[in-house]
C-alpha cells in the first residue's frame, strides 16, 4: 500500500512545543537543495506537511519555524492545520502528522524564504512548452454552482486559474461560447466567489460527462479579490493533498483497500482515478454514505468500481461534502455485494461489447417471448429499441452492471437482440 506524502529534506521532523495557542512546530531544511525541493513542491503553493505523533485537530491555529542552517537562519509563519493523519494511520501505511495551509499568499513565501536562505526559488513545472499557459492552472477541488441558459446546476472543479476553470459536468453540453454564472464555494470556510464567464471549450469523457474549460470575464477592480480567492483554493487544496494515502489497485484490491482504512479510521474519504474516470467512496461508522463515478452512484457504483483493477487511489481519513449523498450502505455488507458483483462480470463472455455498441431488436422474437421475460430484460429490450448504446443502458438502468451484461448475454442468445455490427 502507498506512504502517507511527506517533505523530503526535513530533518528532525516537527517538534510541538509545550501546548500553547498557537502550537509551535519546527521543521528543518539541512541543505539548499532540500530547501528548494520544499518549495517546489509544497512550499510555493502555500503548504507544508509537518511530520508530528501530536494531536491537533482540522482549523487549529499553529506557528512554525523553518530553520535553515545552511544559512544560519529561520523563517517563521503562521498558519492552519487542514488535515490530519493520526499516529494510528500508520497501521495502514501513513506517516503520522499535520497537514498546514500557511497563512501568506505563496509570492509573499517566495520573497520571505529567498531572502532569508540566499538562493534564488524555483517552481517546476513538469508540462511540455506547448500546454504551458501565461497563467498556470493549479488543481482544485471545490463545489461550484452553474448557471446557464436559465438553469442552475452542481460541478466539481477540478482546476483553477486566475482567469478560468475546468469543470466535470454531470452529462450537460452547454455548447461553446455559452455565457454562464458561476458561485465557486471555498470548502472550508464556506465563502463563496460570484463570477461571470463563459464556455471556452468541451470534452466529453467516458459515461456521458463533460469536462468544460470556463474563462472567467471580470473587471480590472476584481483583480486583487479573484488572485487571493484563488490563492486561498489552491493552498488550501495542496495542504489537503499532502495529509493523504496514496497507491494502487493493481497492488491491494479495493475490498482489502477499505477494509484496511476503515479498521484504523471511524471516517474517511477514498478517490479513484482510472484514465479519464474518477470514482469517489466516503464512510463512517461502518456506513458507506456515498459511492459515486460518471452517471451513478450508490451499491451500483460501488459494484462498478470494483471493477478498477488498474486505478490509482486517494485516502483521506475525513469525509468530504457531496451534493445529494444519501446512500447509507452497511459498509462490510457492501463490501461482499460489490466482490461478488465483480466476480460475476468476470465470468460472463463479454468482451466483444464494447461501451459504444447499440443492438438490433427482432421484434418478432421480442413479442413471443415478452410474457416470460423478467422486468429488466424489457426495460433493456425497449431502450435498446430506441436506439441507446451499452454505456447508455448501463447508466440509466438502476440493475447492477453485472445484472445488465447477464440479461444482455440472455437476449442474445434467445436472439431478442443482436450487436450492430460496426
Not at 89 to 114: K, N, W
Not at 273 to 280: F, L
Not at 330 to 350: C, G, K, M
Request: with cysteine.
Amino acid at each position: 500500500m502507498g506512504q502517507g506524502q511527506h517533505e523530503e529534506g526535513v530533518n528532525g521532523g516537527a517538534g510541538a512545543a509545550e501546548r500553547s495557542d498557537p502550537t509551535h512546530l519546527c521543521v528543518e531544511y539541512a541543505t539548499p537543495e532540500a530547501l528548494q525541493a520544499a518549495f517546489a513542491r509544497d512550499l510555493s503553493s502555500g503548504a507544508v506537511f509537518v511530520p508530528t505523533v501530536e494531536w491537533l485537530p482540522p482549523g487549529a491555529q499553529v506557528h512554525v519555524s523553518f530553520e535553515l542552517p545552511f544559512r544560519g537562519a529561520r523563517v517563521e509563519l503562521s498558519g492552519q492545520v487542514v488535515a490530519v493523519l493520526p499516529a494510528h494511520m500508520a497501521r495502514a501505511g501513513a506517516e503520522p502528522g499535520v497537514s498546514i495551509q500557511l497563512g501568506s499568499a505563496p509570492a509573499e513565501l517566495r520573497q520571505r524564504f529567498e531572502a532569508a536562505s540566499g538562493i534564488e526559488l524555483h517552481e517546476i513545472d513538469a508540462r511540455p512548452l506547448e500546454f504551458r499557459r501565461v497563467e498556470p492552472r493549479y488543481p482544485v477541488r471545490t463545489h461550484v454552482q452553474i448557471e446557464a441558459r436559465g438553469r442552475r446546476f452542481a460541478a466539481e472543479t477540478g482546476d483553477v486559474s486566475y482567469n478560468g476553470m475546468l469543470v466535470l459536468l454531470p452529462g450537460l453540453d452547454l455548447g461553446v461560447e455559452t455565457d454562464v454564472r458561476l458561485q465557486i464555494q471555498h470548502p472550508r470556510s464556506g465563502e463563496k466567489l460570484e463570477i461571470e464567464g463563459r464556455i471556452a471549450n468541451q470534452t466529453r469523457c467516458d459515461h456521458g460527462l463533460m469536462v468544460a474549460g470556463i474563462q472567467f470575464r471580470y473587471g480590472l477592480e476584481r483583480v486583487d479579490e479573484v488572485s487571493h480567492f484563488v490563492d486561498d483554493l489552491r493552498s488550501f487544496h495542496h495542504a489537503r493533498t499532502l495529509a493523504t494515502i496514496s497507491g494502487s489497485l493493481a497492488d491491494t484490491p479495493l475490498e482489502a483497500v477499505l477494509e484496511t482504512f476503515s479498521s484504523t479510521s471511524n471516517a474517511g474519504t477514498l478517490r479513484l482515478r482510472r484514465d479519464s474516470e474518477e470514482g469517489k467512496i466516503a464512510y463512517q461508522d461502518g456506513e458507506i454514505l456515498y459511492a459515486t463515478t460518471g452517471l451513478v452512484s450508490g451499491a451500483k457504483a460501488l459494484g462498478r468500481l470494483f471493477t478498477w483493477r488498474d486505478a490509482q487511489f486517494e485516502f483521506k481519513p475525513e469525509l468530504e461534502p457531496m451534493n445529494d449523498a444519501s446512500t447509507r450502505l452497511p459498509l462490510a455488507s457492501a463490501i461482499l455485494a460489490a466482490a461478488v458483483q465483480r466476480d460475476e462480470l468476470a465470468r460472463l463472455d463479454l468482451s466483444d461489447l464494447d461501451p459504444e455498441v447499440t443492438f438490433r431488436v427482432h421484434a418478432e422474437r421480442l413479442t413471443a417471448l415478452e410474457p416470460t421475460l423478467a422486468e429488466i430484460a424489457r426495460e433493456i429490450a425497449e431502450n435498446a429499441a430506441m436506439g441507446f448504446p451499452l454505456a447508455a443502458l448501463l447508466d440509466m438502468l438502476p440493475a447492477s452492471d453485472a445484472l445488465i451484461y447477464r440479461t444482455l448475454a440472455e437476449l442474445i442468445d434467445a436472439g431478442v437482440l443482436a450487436v450492430e455490427p460496426g
